[in-house]
């Protein structure tokens, strides 16, 4: 009977030092797979963080350049009124003021065409052992229609189409019903 008592008592430690070493086993799983997740987080903050700053400085810079005035100066209509809507793609600007569209031809005035985007990629894990690579993305059009918009004043919203290929400005209603 003793002897039935020890082995039970042995399978019974047996089984506790198993489930123990489970669950040490699974805590270390879920430490390490927390661990990718906040190295993934970090990732992903840095390329947003690149991403940014390139984006201000191509702001900054089309801001500044007198060929951003000289656009603005063909899509509005020379009076003091802004355009009501301003449409950027990769060849050229154009500007709606009363329902007369004026356009500025990047090609016709021998400006290079806006077709350059910057990736900042960064890897991330949906799912354990399954490494994916993103991109933040930086498009020349989306940082020339923060430019015009920061000219112009905060009165336009900005769409993006064609994954920010094209930008749209409109300006935002004053009226309502």
């Known amino acids: 009977m003793e ?5 039970v008592g042995v399978a019974v430690l047996c089984f506790l030092l198993s489930a123990l070493w489970d669950f040490t086993k699974k805590t270390e799983k879920e430490q390490q797979w927390q661990a990718v997740q906040m190295q993934d987080r970090k990732r992903k903050q840095q390329a947003e963080e690149e991403a940014e700053r390139y984006r ?3 702001v900054k810079r089309y801001k500044n350049s007198p060929l951003t005035r000289e656009i603005l100066k063909t899509i509005c209509d020379g009076t003091e009124r802004n355009p009501e809507e301003i449409v950027i793609d990769k060849s050229g600007a ?13 090609l016709a ?14 890897e991330y894990h949906p799912i ?8 933040v993305f930086v498009r020349q059009q989306a940082a020339l229609a923060e430019a015009i918009r920061e000219i112009l004043g905060e009165d336009y919203s900005v769409e993006y189409k064609d994954d920010g290929r094209i930008v749209v400005m409109r300006l935002k209603p004053t009226k309502h019903f």
């Not at 002897?3 to 082995?7: E, H, N, Q, R």
């Not at 154009?94 to 990047?106: A, C, E, H, I, L």
């Not at 354990?128 to 991109?135: E, H, K």
């Open 3 to 7: 002897a039935l008592i020890g082995i």
């Open 56 to 58: 201000t400085s191509l």
């Open 94 to 106: 154009s500007g709606r003021t009363d329902g007369m569209v004026r356009s500025y031809d990047f």
């Open 109 to 122: 005035h021998r400006v290079p065409e806006l077709t350059d985007s910057k990736a900042f990629s960064y």
């Open 128 to 135: 354990q052992n399954l490494g994916v690579t993103d991109c």
